[in-house]
Structures are given as C-alpha cells and as structure tokens.
C-alpha cells in the first residue's frame, strides 16, 4: 500500500530589495483585438482588457517613474496560444480566446499559465488577480498564488479561501475591476507604499 505524500507548503519568494515595491497586475486575454500586426500583448487587445490596462497606466503615473517613483507595476496576461505572458511581449493576433472553464482548463494543460505565473510572481509584494471564476479556480488548484500577495477580484465563493490564505478580497460584478474595486486597490497600494500595510 502506498503512503501519499503530502505536498510541500510553498513559501514565497521575497522580491527583490530595490527601495521599491514591485506589484503585479494579472488579467486574460479577450476575443478583442485592435491590430493585426505583432504587437505587445498589453496593447493587443481591447474589450475588458481596455479597463485594465489603462488601470495600469493610472497607477504608472501615481506611483511609476512617472509618478513617486516608489513602485514598480507590472502586467502580465493570460492568453489563449501564448500561455501567461508579460504585456511587453510581443505576440501576434489569433482567431478566438477562450471563454469558459473547458477552454481555460485546455489551455492549461496545453501551456500551463498557473506554473509560469507561480514563478513568476515570486519576485513580486503584490498581485493584484483580475480573471474569471473558473480561471482563479484553476491558479488556485494549481498553486500558483502565493500565500499573503493577493489582492483577488474574483467570485464571493472564493471569499473564505481569500481570507483563510490572507488575500485581499474584491468582489468581482461584471467587469473585470470595476471603479470602486480600483478605488480600493489604488488607496490599498498607497497605504503599501505608506509602510501600513
């Protein structure tokens, strides 16, 4: 008879000491495209990846070189043919995105987006979740989200588990983010960058 052997708890990965905070926003891909050319993956796509990356862009100049220059955001998409890539990357137009949890769970399978997101954002203070439900349920069967570095916009069933692996939780209505969940994550990142956090 075999003994199975639990897993081993996974620690992050303090980032690097800059002087800086380094944050990491997360969003997937959308059916959306604005170009046909290669392009980088964070300019690639509209629809609901509009909102975020222009999140993105507010907290560059509040808290970027553009701003105080105290932090360093970052972000990273989760894309259908490319697995999770960062929004610098270039990439090239596909025919459609996935929309629903068998096409999430292929997608994983095929490219595994939970594993790389895990490593990559072990460098990271924060990680600030922004995807379907059944999607976050995947990053969260697959380990990918560390312990204490989530700010999570997800579904209210993941509202326990938020607070047990001590996530910041938002609950996620209709878009991606919505204002008042960016309201809240800008005022949780300034109290961050305040040392209050």
């Known amino acids: ?8 708890k996974i620690v992050p990965i303090a980032a690097p ?9 997360v969003t997937n891909d959308s059916e959306v495209t604005i170009s ?7 300019d690639l796509f509209g629809g609901r990846v509009t909102e975020i990356r222009e999140f993105v862009k507010s907290l560059e100049e509040e808290f970027g070189e553009e701003g105080s ?3 360093n955001i970052s972000f990273g998409l989760i894309t259908t043919f490319f697995g999770f890539v960062p ?5 090239y137009r596909y025919k459609y995105a996935m929309s629903n949890k068998e096409e999430y769970l292929l997608t994983q399978k095929e490219r595994d987006y ?5 490593y990559v954002s072990r460098g990271f203070d924060k990680v ?5 439900k059944e999607m976050f349920r995947i990053l969260v069967d697959n380990d990918a989200l560390h312990n204490g570095k989530i700010i999570a916009v997800t579904s209210k069933d993941f509202k326990g588990l938020c607070e047990e692996r001590e996530w910041i939780y938002l609950e996620r209505k209709g ?9 809240k994550v800008r005022n949780y990142l300034r109290e961050l960058n305040a040392g209050t956090s």
């Open 36 to 42: 046909n050319k290669l392009e980088a993956a964070g």
């Open 175 to 183: 878009a991606r983010l919505g204002k008042k969940n960016a309201e």
């Open 114 to 118: 939970a594993g790389r997101l895990e």
């Open 87 to 91: 929004s610098n990357y270039s990439i």
């Open 17 to 25: 000491r800059t002087g800086k905070k380094n944050i990491l926003i």
């Open 128 to 132: 600030i979740i922004c995807v379907p």
């Open 69 to 71: 220059n105290t932090m």
């Open 1 to 8: 008879m075999e003994v199975e052997q639990a897993k081993p």
